[in-house]
């Protein structure tokens, strides 16, 4: 059937099924705004929009006087920006797509568009194609792309002039944002679009609806695209393709609703800060923490790093995301291709996190129980019930609880070599 360009028509559309099993993703950070890498992404507007005095005194205290922002692009260089690297390290960290910002609220696109003349990455600063050599990369390492676009850009005058009348004219969405967005699915056939800065105008404004209906009937990606909610301004946790709400987003329930949450390394900011510490960077247990969370509450998880204006992920990121693969590389069984399970927690304890495939239910615990013993109450054995550990060879020793459930004796060697590292897998088959 062919989809309608409105919410009822467009909202029933299956989600394509790489997306579900897919579970985890990298999301980068990357543009002019790490250039100056200080603060947030948001740099320009906290300097310019706002005038906050701690922006005006950075770029005062570093920069020439007189300095705009514009100013910054030919420092973006991408000098050491290596994209079969990047593809590497992402495979190592477990990713099955990764999503790129082609296009953050500044405005400046990191591909040559058209529609951005010299403000953008071929016409000034890398003098490259970034999201076309990222694809070119991921493709090769079987990765699936997804695309970051802003729809709203802070400081555009055709913007500006839109907003202004009140969002009933839409110069800037007929000659700038729609136009750019109708390029990257043509040059670059994305598996996603992770639509942002939507949140000022309605549907009416942004044409959102005319193009989802083209994007699933006769782009080039109608049958595999998947795209989020981020259309208009009460469009988030209510219409598109699966949910985000919010960054960060925990549902603390299941939520009936395919969703993803997106989550960033360094907790302050989602691109590259040259000041952040180490007390702001998430620890590996925090990161498998909020994986696990989201996958049994049947989410995807988006972890964001931002490279430096060179094109390198810093030692840290790589650090974390490598941590993260060696981790899914036992555990991933658990995670990738999973299904949310009956229940999600443990009830007396958000230690243990369920998830299931078929008959086979996976119960992931945080914290090694003191005495090597770790009870289940929700899982009923039966006399067949297997129980093992993911990483660890032979079948483990477990009784019925006194209560209900059941009582796993986990093995006395912890599975790895190293010192505890976070979260373990135990796999029961035979359990209601």
């Not at 007189?66 to 079969?84: I, L, N, S």
Request: proline content about 8%; overall charge negative.
């Amino acid at each position: 059937p062919r989809y309608r360009p409105d919410w009822a028509s467009l909202d029933a559309r299956p989600l394509p099924a790489w997306f579900d099993r897919a579970k985890v993703g990298v999301f980068v950070h990357w543009g002019v705004f790490s250039v100056p890498a200080w603060g947030s992404e948001w740099f320009w507007w906290h300097w310019r929009g706002e005038h906050r005095p701690d922006y005006e005194l950075f770029v005062q205290r570093r920069y020439p006087p007189g300095t705009t922002y514009a100013d910054f692009a030919p420092r973006f260089t991408a000098h050491d920006f290596e994209p079969r690297q990047w593809a590497r390290l992402f495979q190592r960290a477990g990713a099955r797509y990764v999503v790129l910002t082609t296009k953050h609220h500044e405005g400046f696109t990191n591909w040559g568009s058209p529609m951005s003349w010299n403000w953008n990455s071929l016409d000034t600063g890398p003098h490259r194609d970034l999201v076309g050599e990222l694809g070119q990369a991921l493709r090769e390492s079987n990765i699936r792309y997804g695309l970051y676009h802003s729809l709203l850009e802070w400081f555009n005058p055709l913007y500006l002039a839109d907003k202004e009348n009140g969002f009933k004219t839409q110069n800037f969405v007929l000659e700038k944002t729609m136009p750019e967005l109708y390029d990257l699915v043509l040059k670059y056939k994305p598996d996603l679009i992770w639509s942002d800065g939507d949140w000022e105008a309605p549907d009416s404004y942004w044409n959102s609806t005319s193009f989802l209906a083209w994007l699933y009937n006769d782009s080039p990606v109608k049958d595999t695209v998947v795209v989020n909610d981020r259309w208009c301004n009460n469009c988030s946790c209510h219409h598109g393709g699966y949910y985000n709400c919010a960054d960060k987003y925990k549902p603390g329930t299941l939520p009936a609703h395919k969703w993803e949450m997106c989550s960033s390394i360094d907790k302050l900011s989602w691109g590259y800060r040259s000041n952040m510490t180490i007390a702001e960077i998430m620890d590996e247990a925090s990161i498998i923490e909020e994986l696990v969370q989201t996958v049994s509450f049947g989410g995807n998880y988006l972890l964001s790093v931002g490279p430096t204006k060179e094109g390198v992920i810093v030692p840290i990121f790589q650090e974390r995301l490598l941590a993260l693969g060696r981790w899914l590389d036992t555990n991933g069984e658990a995670i990738y291709e999973s299904n949310p399970w009956r229940v999600q927690m443990e009830n007396s304890t958000t230690t243990v996190w369920y998830t299931s495939k078929g008959p086979v239910v996976y119960a992931i615990f945080l914290i090694w129980p003191q005495d090597s013993v770790l009870e289940l109450s929700s899982p009923s054995p039966c006399p067949g019930t297997q129980v093992s550990m993911l990483g660890f060879a032979g079948t483990l020793k477990w009784e019925k609880s006194p209560g209900k459930g059941l009582l796993v004796t986990l093995p006395n060697v912890l599975p790895s070599p190293l010192p505890p590292q976070s979260g373990w897998t135990v796999k029961l088959e035979g359990v209601k």
